[in-house]
């Protein structure tokens, strides 16, 4: 079975930045989801497979960049500029099919990261 592990999360204050950790075991296609309390799990941020290409959450362009390191096929997220808002649980899942910004079409998930971000 796959395994996605998550890390990097903690507390910061607003504006600071904070930089997260996908580790997994092979190349895919990988997304960064969060979750707040009480709230539907929430698409962040999109990386192909096969170019690498990026597609983001309109919530977090231009604040936030994914990327993946090839020599151990870990995904970061890098967080700029992060507000109250952002606080959440960060998740890392693979994607298989369909439309990247829903659930539906990701088959394995990491347990998570907290970030929360409060002055």
């Known amino acids: 079975q796959e395994q996605f592990v998550e890390s990097g999360g903690g507390l910061v204050r607003p504006g600071d930045s904070l930089s997260l950790s996908c580790a997994t075991s092979e190349r895919y296609a990988t997304s960064w989801f969060r979750q707040a309390p009480g709230k539907e799990r929430e698409f962040v941020a999109f990386?192909?497979?096969?170019?690498?290409?990026?597609f983001y959450a309109d919530s977090v362009k231009g604040r936030f960049t994914i990327s993946r390191w090839n020599l151990n096929n870990t995904v970061m997220l890098q967080m700029n500029n992060l507000q109250p808002e952002d606080t959440a649980i960060y998740l890392c899942?693979?994607?298989?099919?369909?439309?990247?910004?829903?659930?539906?079409?990701?088959?394995?998930w990491g347990q998570g990261t907290q970030v929360t971000v409060s002055s």
């Open positions: 990386i192909a497979w096969h170019d690498s290409s990026t």
């Open positions: 899942a693979r994607y298989q099919h369909g439309s990247v910004v829903e659930t539906i079409g990701y088959d394995y």
